[in-house]
């Protein structure tokens, strides 16, 4: 299984970035996928997830309200739709898999990561 992550890149406080995460290999639609931050110094910390029919999502308490995760199983793709961005969402961004039914929030309970893309937010 093989992840790319993309779509990062700076944008100003306030403004909306959408991340995209292609998967190949495996059946994607088995997989439950997360995404994942770690800025600068820090942990690297859940973001949100999604189950693999897409009926299921759960958000860190950070992001709650501003980010929605959704799955396009046809495509093999993620999102993570970023809206009200602040500067405290300056990170790299990964997306990764589980083989299971729920999603959970840490990264050892995920099997494949992606490279990860950079997001820059700028006060």
């Known amino acids: 299984v093989q992840l790319q992550a993309s779509g990062g890149g700076l944008v100003q406080t306030g403004g909306s970035l959408k991340l995209s995460c292609a998967a190949s290999?495996?059946?994607?639609?088995?997989?439950?996928m997360g995404w994942f931050r770690q800025a600068p110094g820090k942990e690297r910390e859940f973001v949100g997830g999604?189950?693999?029919?897409?009926?299921?999502?759960s958000y860190a308490d950070p992001v709650k309200g501003r980010f929605t995760i959704s799955r396009d199983n046809a495509k093999n793709t993620v999102y993570l739709r970023m809206n009200s961005l602040k500067p405290e969402d300056t990170a790299v961004y990964y997306c990764?898999?589980?083989?299971?039914?729920?999603?959970?929030?840490?990264?050892?309970?995920?099997?494949?990561w992606g490279r990860g893309t950079l997001v820059t937010v700028s006060s």
């Open positions: 999604i189950t693999w029919s897409g009926g299921s999502t």
């Open positions: 990764a898999e589980r083989y299971g039914w729920a999603v959970v929030t840490t990264p050892g309970g995920y099997e494949y």
């Open positions: 290999g495996g059946t994607f639609s088995n997989y439950v």
